[in-house]
């Protein structure tokens, strides 16, 4: 693996998904053709032609691979710890760029925000297209990003402990969000770089095998953030409003299915209490009320009327 640092990086980890991956790949041609600027896709043990597809249409990409899987966020730790670049762009394979100006528009932001650890971006979730792309918002401290979309300050995440692989799916931004606030650093939302998520949520909402998977990571990610980051009784406070508030979909509203993720996301809790206690690192009052004066994460993005 190089070591030789650069400005600039993609990095993309995938698993067979060819065709998404290959979309994205050539909306950044116009980017890897710059001297200098990597691209570095991980295939974590794809078995449909994905490495043969990249070293014949893409010979400047770098392809890493897991001959068998090891999950997504090994894939993330080991790009972002081992590709040497000032800023690491983190995109999903179904993901690219709408707007211009990407590469000038991250070193700004970086450079006039000395505090800032992660720029995310402004993402449109959508198999289609948006009727216009400009937005009036500006960029503002938030207390999160999308994994989908963000960008990474190498020498910031160089100072948090790798990604959790335990948690497998969903969650991990906001453990290292609250990593970096605890480091000095933050999290800056930047909505002048569009992203578009090819993804059809609806499509994906009525996969029931599919939805109680993402469901049940969701809720024990969050879980698992409050008791290792957050003062315990924050911790204690948001877990039971959490549960209650789950509680009160399932029997409000009769949405049974919510049920079976809820309860194997607190079989997963309790299972992995004793790693919980191990890694428990809890911000101070001081720095948490002031995470929590923050911004939510900007997740979803609609055209504006």
Known sequence: METVPTTFAFVIA?????????????????????????????DDGST????QQLQNQFPEVEIWRNQ???????????????????????????????????LETIQHHFESQPSAGVLAFRIFWSKQTPEQTETTAEPQFVKS??????????????????????????????????????????????PQILVHHRVDLRQ????KTGFTFRYRCSLRADWYTYFMLYPLHHA????????AKQIQKIGGKAQFKLSNPLLL??????????????????????????????KEAKVYWNPEK
């Open 14 to 42: 995938t698993k067979n998904r060819c065709t998404d991956l290959v979309q994205t790949l050539q909306s950044l041609a116009e980017y890897t053709a710059i001297p200098g600027v990597r691209c570095v896709v991980y």
């Open 48 to 51: 449909d032609g994905t490495q």
């Open 68 to 102: 068998t899987s090891k999950g997504y966020l090994y894939c993330r730790n080991q790009l972002l710890h081992n590709v040497e670049a000032t800023y690491l762009i983190s995109l999903d394979d179904d993901a690219h760029f709408l707007s211009s100006n990407v």
């Open 145 to 190: 990003f999308v994994g989908c979309g963000h960008v990474w300050r190498k020498s910031a995440w160089n100072t948090i402990p790798n990604y959790p692989e335990w948690y497998q799916f969903y969650g991990e931004e906001n453990w290292a969000s609250l990593q970096l606030y605890a480091h000095g650093y933050q999290v800056l939302y930047v």
């Open 204 to 207: 994906r909402a009525q996969n």
């Open 236 to 243: 204690a406070y948001f877990w039971l409003y959490s549960l």
């Open 265 to 294: 996301a607190l079989f997963d809790l309790l299972i992995h209490l004793p790693k919980l206690v191990r890694n428990r690192k809890p911000l101070s009052s001081l720095h948490f009320r002031q995470y929590q004066q923050l």
